[in-house]
C-alpha cells in the first residue's frame, strides 16, 4: 500500500507520499484549481496505477469540501482524521510547516489504518437533507441574534412593543413596528389603522388585538428623548428589513427539508418518535444517515454524538469527563430531542428528574438521557422498526430486575 498526507488549505495542497516501509516516495504542492487537482490525482495515479488506486489511502484533516469529491470521484480511498490527532505527533521542538504537517498524516496512517474508519459518501438524497438542515440552522442562528439586536433596540426607546405581541418574529409584530416604528405614532394611530395592518399581516384576530395595542400604548409608560426616538428607529427598520427576508428564507428551507425527508424510507421511523416534529426528524435522519455498515455499533454512535462522556484518570484523579470531539451538529439534536421527549415519555421524565436529584446539572441530566436515547434510535433504526411506547416499557421493566 501507498500512504499519501495531504495538508489542505485553501489556497494549495501539501502532499507527501510514504510505502509501506515508510519510505518517502515523493513530496509536491499542488493549487486549489481544477488544474491543480488533475495534477494531484494524476501524479497519485502515477504511483499507484489506475488499477490499484484502493490501494492507495489518502490521509487528509477533512471530510468535506471539493478536494474529498475529487479523490473521491477519482476513485483514491479517504480516511478523516482528527486534526489534533495528528498534532499530537509532532516534535517537541515545536516545528510546523505544511510538509511537515503532510508527513505526519501519511506517517499517522501508515501506522493507525486498521483503526481509521474509510470515508463513505452519503447517499444524494441524505447528503441533500444534511446539507439543508445544516445551513437552515445558519439561518436560524442568524435569526435569533437579529431578534436579540431588536429587542435590545426597543428596550432603549419603545419598551411597550415588547408587550403588545406574543413573539418579536411573527409577521403582525414586524408590520406593526414598520407602520408605527416610535411610540408617538403608535399614539396617534386610530384602532381601524392599526387593525388594517395587522389584517394585512395575517392576525387571526386584527380587531380585538388593534383595541388592545391602543388601549395599552395609551396607558402611562418610560419616554425617550427625540434623538433616540429617531435614532433607534431607523436602526429598527434596518434591522426587520434584514429580518424578515431571513424568516422567508427558513419557511423555504422547512418546505424543501419536509419534502426530502418524507421521500426517504426511513422516514417513518423518525415522524414516531415523540415530540420530534418538523425541525427534529429530518435533522436526526440526515445526522444518523441512512448505511447501516458505517458504525459499528450503538457505542460508535455515542461517541459520534458527543452523549457518552470519556475516562479521565491521573494519579488518585479519576473523573468522567464530557466528550468534545464530535460532530457537533448530531449532538445538538440529539439533545433537543431528549429535552422534548421529556415532555411525554414518562420514563424519560423520571429519569432526567433521577439525574437532577443526584445533583447532575440541566445540560448533564439532558446528555445522560440523550445517550440513553442513542441507544434506542440505533437498535431502531438498525431493525427498521418505529419506535412503540408500550414496548419498550414492557422490554425495560423486563430489564429492570436483572439489573437490580
Not at 483514491?76 to 482524521?81: G, K, L, N, S
Not at 412593543?161 to 386610530?190: I, R
Not at 426616538?229 to 431607523?234: D, G, H, I, Q
Request: proline content about 5%.
Amino acid at each position: 500500500m501507498w500512504f499519501a498526507g495531504i495538508d489542505w488549505a485553501d489556497t494549495h495542497h501539501d502532499i507527501l507520499v510514504l510505502d509501506e516501509r515508510g519510505q518517502k516516495l515523493t513530496s509536491f504542492r499542488v493549487m486549489h484549481t481544477s488544474k491543480g487537482l488533475d495534477e494531484l490525482t494524476n501524479r497519485l495515479t502515477a504511483i499507484c496505477g489506475p488499477e490499484h488506486k484502493a490501494e492507495l489511502a489518502c490521509i487528509v484533516e477533512t471530510t468535506r469540501g471539493l478536494l474529498i469529491t475529487y479523490l473521491l470521484e477519482a476513485g483514491f480511498t479517504v480516511y478523516p482524521v482528527n486534526p489534533k490527532t495528528v498534532d499530537r505527533k509532532r516534535s517537541a521542538s515545536g516545528a510546523k510547516t505544511d510538509q511537515i504537517d503532510a508527513y505526519l498524516l501519511a506517517k499517522h496512517g501508515r501506522s493507525e489504518l486498521a483503526d481509521l474508519r474509510r470515508l463513505e459518501p452519503d447517499s444524494p438524497l441524505i447528503a441533500e437533507l444534511k446539507a439543508l438542515t445544516r445551513d437552515q440552522d445558519g439561518l436560524i442562528q442568524m435569526q435569533t441574534r437579529l431578534v436579540n439586536q431588536l429587542t435590545a433596540c426597543l428596550k432603549a426607546y419603545y419598551p411597550v412593543a415588547l408587550t403588545l405581541f406574543t413573539k418579536v418574529q411573527q409577521p403582525s409584530t414586524l408590520h406593526f413596528l414598520l407602520a408605527y416604528p416610535t411610540p408617538q405614532e403608535a399614539m396617534n394611530a386610530s384602532c381601524e389603522a392599526i387593525a388594517e395592518v395587522l389584517k394585512s399581516a395575517g392576525h387571526p384576530t386584527p380587531k380585538k388585538t388593534a383595541a388592545s395595542i391602543v388601549n395599552q400604548v395609551h396607558q402611562p409608560q418610560l419616554a425617550a428623548d427625540d434623538v433616540t426616538c429617531r435614532t433607534k428607529s431607523r436602526l429598527l427598520i434596518a434591522l426587520i428589513r434584514q429580518l424578515q427576508p431571513v424568516m422567508e428564507a427558513i419557511a423555504a428551507y422547512d418546505q424543501e427539508i419536509e419534502r426530502l425527508f418524507l421521500m426517504h424510507a426511513d422516514s417513518h421511523l423518525f415522524l414516531k418518535l415523540p415530540r420530534a416534529g418538523k425541525r427534529i426528524a429530518p435533522r436526526l435522519l440526515a445526522e444518523i444517515g441512512d448505511d447501516r455498515s458505517r458504525y459499528q455499533g450503538a457505542a460508535s454512535l455515542q461517541a459520534l454524538a458527543g452523549t457518552s462522556p470519556v475516562p479521565y484518570e491521573s494519579g488518585n484523579y479519576a473523573k468522567p469527563h464530557r466528550r468534545y470531539a464530535c460532530i457537533k451538529p448530531l449532538r445538538n439534536v440529539q439533545q433537543q430531542f431528549a429535552w422534548q421527549s421529556i415532555q411525554t415519555e414518562t420514563w424519560a421524565s423520571e429519569y432526567y428528574e433521577r439525574k437532577r436529584r443526584e445533583g447532575k446539572s440541566h445540560s448533564v441530566a439532558v446528555r445522560a438521557l440523550a445517550n440513553v436515547w442513542v441507544r434506542i434510535l440505533f437498535a431502531l433504526w438498525l431493525k427498521r422498526e418505529a419506535y412503540q411506547p408500550a414496548i419498550f416499557e414492557h422490554a425495560r421493566h423486563q430489564h429492570a430486575p436483572r439489573a437490580a
